[in-house]
């Protein structure tokens, strides 16, 4: 345990404790920012392509410090505005960060990440952290689940058990996941990148090398907000192994329509009824400022992080500000998924891990490119199997006329009857169940899909 | 001194003393925010019967205020390092450091507040909000009255240096003839004017506005200065015409054509028949707009309180916000010491954001705007103005507008003259320059017989 003495001065105070092999050099590049500065120890460079053992275990002072900041929060005025159309209104947000500052328990969380496998590996100089389950069914097919922004792995949490253990939730045996549950850089416990170049592609790289050491030579993978065009991007390089990809959130927008949008229309001709109603929605989108986030951090992420680094509030209202929360109730109804517990479970990841900033970087990283149109995310370079499901809160629906268009192999189009940009948060079942749906046709006929 | 009892207690901090009149009623008024709602039933009527009444007003910031300041500046928690090696990210992390602890250490605000209470100011209540103005007349006889209306993230700060210049041009290479009355207000929202809590408060009202508050003082023939914020005030001022205004002056004119407007939103091909220089103008715009130098814009347009929350609460936030202005670009965070706005300076307009707690309701002015483009002819309305207009271009400004653009959008161009420094906040860069510009500006719009109030 000589480790724990160290990582409680950390600046950071964040400390990463270790199960199973007591690797006590490992500690120095699981910490993260300052307190990976402070470590006295090199990683051990021998061990680059290892997969380390990985705990989560903040401690006391920086649950201490966050509550101080919360208590101490100055408030701006109230919106001018009856609705949210200004941003996060001022009296939901207050009493929301009371809860956090007060009710909210972040050990709960930990103890959630922490029942799960979860591992660390630097790969291309980046700790990347995951949660990795295998299913106890042989010949389960493994996935790669990729989050997006405000999201992190803890958006992903309720879809382990019906993907791993389908039995278990109405599904057989044949249909199970190995699962794999990235961080992505910049986000979360995956460390931060200091140079230039960890965009989409690069990140899509580095989850192929993941799979790669996991030992798995058939695989598939998933993802919606980020986790799309990482998907896509997964889906244009082809690396060995993969098999096709399902994405929530597909690049469907024809360059026109693109064209049309940022002009500020009109439609272009041709469209059919159904497009035509998903062009007024995108334009609709538009013109109400629902994408500024994405353009103000594409931009300028830096300034954004100055400023939710050093406010709890200002972090809550930044990230609660993404349109896939538009609906969300705050908590006012209980059995919504997902809940306010939850929701603070992802807040405060990115509080205690400062990645308010690397996170937002990844915008700029991606320079504009729409993450909705097909021409930026060169989906015609696709030839792989692509899969969509099509929830119907999503910040668009996109029409399976599109959706073929835009992917010359697309093996499965699914317009199910509820969910939205969090599909997996909000209706884990339903998603994983469209997993199964779309992954069907990809599994080996042999089962073989790990080299070991 | 019955007011300053339960000004002690105000949740804001922000004390506002008075001169001169002892008009502690009026003092309910001067509040902002929370601590306008501690005010006395009793203040608040009287001050009710005094609504067209100009107050005299007086800055004094509680000193818990500004402790409070410093120790959340000391207790700011900081990101990681941009991943790159200039400004393209925003704000760099070592020279912003380096400004904010400057700002919680050696900064005194005290002198920044001493700046303004030697200025006479004063407060007035139009459409049930206080605005509040610095009014400096001039000694010479028949001075032109000018409204001068700052913009974000500026305040009355950056126009204080023109103050001289303009009320007293013989102290400072001018004629006594070219002298000017000048009225600098607080945009509604800013600054020691009150925050709208209703919608409607976008830039044609403030222009009716300042209509009425020139009224209020007593002149009848006056004109209107503004660049950014202001030139937007300054255009729906010369489109609505009110009874004695003579012409506008502006440094960010709205002159960009509709087919120009059309190829940059759609980030296409510059459109034919472009001259040379309209050509390289269109460039630096696509450009600026690739570069997303606007995106603090679009932010704030959309979502201004989701801005607020972080800029509220973060002293750090709040200055890498205002230093993500394309303006602040060339800025060098004083290692010039010659350079102006220095330094102190910048933090004298920083601070008074952060004392007054008007992040969130300063980037409410953009969602009113309903992003509506400053430099667009159409968004602005141009072709509805007839009144005499005057521009000046400051080369280091956002953009350059040909004099061919100007022409087309302001029909009564009366000025149009491109200076060699200076640039968006050019009030605050080269104020001497500045106020000669608008000696040259708006010299043929002096009244020939030199009668500019009523009284």
């Not at chain 2, 990681?80 to 090696?85: G, L, N, Q, R, S």
């Not at chain 2, 190829?263 to 220089?277: C, I, Q, R, V």
């Not at chain 2, 005057?390 to 507008?401: H, K, L, M, N, S």
Request: glycine share 10%; net charge neutral.
């Amino acid at each position: 345990m000589k480790s724990l003495g160290r990582l409680t001065g950390c600046a950071l105070a964040l400390a990463c404790a270790h199960e199973n092999k007591g690797v006590v050099a490992e500690t120095d590049t699981k910490m993260k920012g300052a307190a990976a500065a402070e470590a006295s120890q090199p990683p051990a460079d021998g061990a680059t392509a290892a997969i380390r053992p990985f705990n989560v275990k903040v401690p006391e002072n920086a649950l201490v410090d966050l509550r101080q900041r919360i208590a101490a929060t100055r408030w701006p005025d109230r919106e001018t505005v009856p609705d949210r159309s200004q941003g996060v209104q001022l009296e939901q947000l207050q009493e929301f960060v009371r809860y956090w500052g007060t009710g909210y328990d972040w050990r709960k969380a930990e103890a959630k990440l922490n029942a799960l496998p979860q591992f660390m590996t630097t790969i291309d100089g980046l700790d990347i952290h995951f949660i990795h389950v295998r299913s106890r069914h042989t010949g389960a097919l493994p996935v790669i689940i990729t989050h997006g922004w405000p999201g992190s792995v803890i958006e992903q949490l309720k879809i382990i058990g019906p993907l791993t253990d389908p039995t278990a939730f109405g599904g057989r045996a044949e249909e199970a996941f190995d699962v794999v549950i990235p961080s992505i850089p910049g986000y979360g416990f995956s460390g931060k990148p200091t140079g230039t170049g960890w965009d989409p592609d690069h990140i899509a790289r580095a989850w192929a090398e993941l799979m790669k050491r996991l030992g798995y030579t058939r695989y598939v993978a998933q993802g919606g907000d980020w986790g799309s065009p990482i998907s896509g991007a997964m889906a244009r390089q082809a690396p060995a192994g993969l098999l096709g990809i399902h994405i929530n959130l597909p690049a469907a927008v024809p360059p026109e329509v693109g064209a049309g949008i940022a002009g500020g229309g009109p439609a272009p001709a041709g469209l059919s009824e159904k497009e035509r109603a998903v062009f007024d929605v995108l334009m609709t989108s538009a013109k109400k400022g629902n994408l500024a986030y994405v353009v103000m951090m594409a931009a300028r992420p830096q300034t954004v992080g100055y400023a939710v680094t050093d406010s709890p509030a200002g972090l809550a209202a930044w990230l609660l500000g993404h349109p896939g929360f538009a609906q969300w109730t705050y908590g006012g109804d209980p059995n919504e998924s997902p809940t306010k517990d939850e929701v603070l479970d992802d807040i405060t990841l990115y509080w205690l891990t400062n990645t308010g900033t690397s996170a937002a970087r990844l915008y700029w990283e991606n320079a504009g490119r729409g993450v909705t149109s097909a021409a930026a995310q060169k989906t015609a370079e696709i030839s792989l199997p692509v899969a969509i499901t099509v929830f119907p809160d999503e910040v668009y629906r996109a029409p399976e006329t599109w959706a073929r268009r835009a992917y010359r192999n697309l093996i499965y189009f699914h317009e199910v009857d509820k969910g939205g940009h969090f599909a997996a948060w909000e209706q884990p079942e339903l998603f994983a169940a469209e997993i199964r749906a779309a992954f069907k046709s990809l599994r080996p006929a042999d089962g073989k899909v790990a080299a070991h | 001194m019955r007011s300053l009892g339960w000004l002690t207690g105000c949740a804001l901090a922000l004390a506002c003393a008075h001169e001169g009149k002892g008009v502690v009623a009026e003092s309910g008024t001067n509040m902002k925010g929370t601590a306008a709602a501690e005010a006395q039933p009793q203040a608040a009527s009287t001050a009710e019967a005094a609504t067209a009444a100009i107050r005299p007003f007086k800055v004094q910031v509680q000193q818990a205020a500004l402790d409070d300041l410093r120790r959340r500046i000391a207790a700011t928690r900081w990101p990681d390092k941009e991943t790159v090696a200039d400004q393209s990210q925003g704000a760099q992390l070592a020279k912003l450091q380096e400004l904010v602890r400057y700002w919680g250490s050696g900064y005194d605000w005290r002198k920044a507040e001493a700046k303004l209470n030697a200025l006479p100011q004063f407060t007035t209540n139009i459409d049930g909000l206080d605005i509040h103005f610095i009014h400096v007349r001039s000694r010479q006889r028949n001075a032109l009255p000018v409204i001068i209306t700052h913009g974000w993230p500026g305040s009355v700060f950056e126009l204080l240096k023109i103050i001289g210049p303009l009320t007293d041009p013989t102290a400072h290479g001018g004629r006594a003839e070219d002298a000017f009355d000048v009225v600098i207000p607080s945009l509604p929202g800013y600054g020691f004017s009150g925050k709208p809590t209703v919608t409607g408060w976008d830039t044609d009202h403030i222009a009716r506005v300042w209509a009425e508050l020139m009224k209020r003082l007593g002149y009848t023939r006056y004109v209107a200065q503004g660049g950014d914020v202001g030139a937007i005030v300054d255009n729906a001022m010369a489109r609505q015409a009110p009874a004695g205004l003579l012409g506008i002056h502006v440094n960010l004119p709205g002159t960009v054509p509709p087919e120009v407007d059309g190829a940059l939103a759609g980030g296409g091909p510059a459109p034919a028949g472009l001259s040379e220089k309209e050509r390289a103008v269109f460039d630096a715009l696509s450009t600026y707009r690739k570069k997303g130098n606007a995106g603090y814009f679009v932010m704030m347009a959309a979502r201004p309180q989701t801005v607020g929350y972080a800029l509220t609460d973060s002293p750090a936030g709040l200055a890498g916000w205002i230093l993500v202005h394309p303006g602040f670009a060339q800025w060098n965070y004083g290692d010039d010491p010659g350079k102006s706005p220095t330094k102190d300076e910048v933090l004298d307009d920083i601070t008074l954001y952060w004392l007054t707690n008007s992040a969130a309701s300063s980037a409410r002015s953009y969602w009113e705007n309903g992003g509506r483009s400053p430099i667009s002819a159409a968004a602005q309305k141009t072709a509805e103005i007839s009144l005499p207009v005057a521009i000046t271009v400051f080369p280091e400004d956002v953009y350059r507008p040909p004099e061919t653009w100007a022409r087309r959008a302001y029909r009564n161009l009366i000025y149009f003259h491109e200076v060699d420094k200076g640039g968006h906040f050019a009030a605050w860069e080269q104020p001497e320059l500045f106020a000669a510009e608008l000696r040259a500006a708006f010299k043929s719009l002096r009244p020939a017989e030199g009668r500019v109030a009523a009284r």
